[in-house]
């Protein structure tokens, strides 16, 4: 079993509709799917790995050779570490510090992070158009000022799992399902390792060159009013190869009030499945239970 692989390209042509259906199935049944002809230049793709990796080993690998959690690894036995993640991880925001070492790094992910974030708008586009919204509602939500202003978050994570000596003792990150929107992961295409939950089943996402991940977090299950879920996912860790991972999230901002469409909701039900909250509450409630069931965070914030 495999998560779907859709050709983004073929939106444009007379395989619109059948595009669509198959992108409205992967969000209903898979929360994750793959995109091939996703409009990014293969040779841009190539530099963020590139420079990436390079990072990495400029700027992260002994420090993280020499960290707490090697250390941890090391003298803990037999037994397996529940708390923490076999993970080196960065994120970049428009208003972050960039690592600057690293020649070619920022110009690379500056550009890379422009693309992905219109792919993201195209996505969001079609998500509107499957669930019946008006174009431009789901982002339009996202801004949360009803004024047009871009106020939505855009952050991208640059992780590495290098190798484990014990991946049986460690994961590289825990089972989760993502608190914000819509979430674009670049991954390795040769070191393997990322694996959703799908009807009680861990499945791999097999890594393919130059495709781009798609899943759907919390915020979209709540706009689609449940038609949409986030899916549990997890990194194993491995004994061989260094994986790479580029997911960017495209989030409400912190003051963007979530609720379910109103055109999705059936007319008549005392009690709506899914709360009406701002998303800096729901964030408050995520960072301490992220490794956490997500039913729980939606009571939390509907207690607010």
């Known amino acids: 079993m495999a998560i779907p692989v859709i050709d983004f390209s073929k939106l444009n042509g007379q395989e619109r509709?059948?595009?669509?259906?198959?992108?409205?199935?992967?969000?209903?049944?898979?929360?994750?799917?793959q995109?091939?002809?996703?409009?990014?230049?293969?040779?841009?793709?190539?530099?963020?790995?590139?420079?990436?990796?390079?990072?990495?080993?400029?700027?992260?690998?002994?420090?993280?050779?020499n960290s707490g959690l090697v250390n941890l690894?090391?003298?803990?036995?037999?037994?397996?570490?529940?708390?923490?993640d076999w993970e080196d991880v960065i994120t970049l925001t428009d208003d972050s510090q960039w690592p600057f070492?690293?020649?070619?790094?920022?110009e690379t992910?500056?550009?890379?992070?422009?693309?992905?974030k219109k792919l993201a708008e195209k996505v969001m586009e079609v998500m509107d158009e499957n669930l019946g919204l008006p174009k431009g509602y789901i982002k339009k939500a996202f801004d949360g000022t009803g004024e047009g202003k871009n106020t939505?978050?855009?952050?991208?994570?640059?992780?590495?799992?290098?190798?484990?000596?014990?991946?049986e003792k460690v994961t590289g990150l825990r089972a989760h399902t993502d608190a914000g929107g819509v979430i674009l992961l670049f991954q390795d295409d040769e070191v393997g390792g990322l694996q959703i939950l799908k009807g009680g089943q861990w499945i791999d996402i097999q890594p393919l060159k130059n495709t781009i991940v798609i899943n759907t977090g919390d915020q979209i299950e709540v706009l689609s009013n449940g038609r949409y879920k986030s899916t549990w996912h997890r990194v194993l860790s491995t004994v061989d190869g260094n994986r790479l991972?580029?997911?960017?999230?495209?989030?409400?901002?912190?003051?963007?009030?979530?609720?379910?469409?109103?055109?999705?909701?059936?007319?008549?039900?005392?009690e709506e499945t899914y709360p009406k909250f701002v998303f800096g509450d729901y964030?408050?409630?995520?960072?301490?239970?992220?490794?956490?069931?997500?039913?729980?965070?939606?009571?939390?914030?509907?207690a607010m």
């Open 17 to 33: 509709a059948n595009t669509l259906a198959q992108i409205a199935n992967a969000c209903e049944e898979w929360g994750f799917f």
């Open 35 to 65: 995109l091939v002809n996703h409009g990014i230049a293969e040779e841009l793709l190539e530099r963020v790995k590139k420079v990436s990796s390079e990072f990495y080993k400029v700027e992260r690998e002994e420090n993280f050779k």
């Open 73 to 84: 690894l090391n003298e803990t036995g037999d037994e397996k570490l529940e708390n923490v």
């Open 101 to 106: 070492r690293t020649p070619g790094f920022q």
């Open 109 to 116: 992910m500056k550009e890379y992070r422009c693309e992905l």
């Open 152 to 167: 939505a978050f855009f952050g991208t994570k640059v992780s590495h799992y290098p190798p484990c000596p014990n991946p």
């Open 245 to 270: 991972s580029v997911a960017s999230f495209y989030n409400p901002s912190l003051e963007a009030t979530i609720e379910p469409a109103t055109q999705l909701v059936v007319k008549g039900r005392k």
């Open 283 to 302: 964030m408050s409630v995520y960072v301490q239970q992220k490794f956490m069931p997500k039913e729980p965070r939606f009571q939390a914030v509907r």
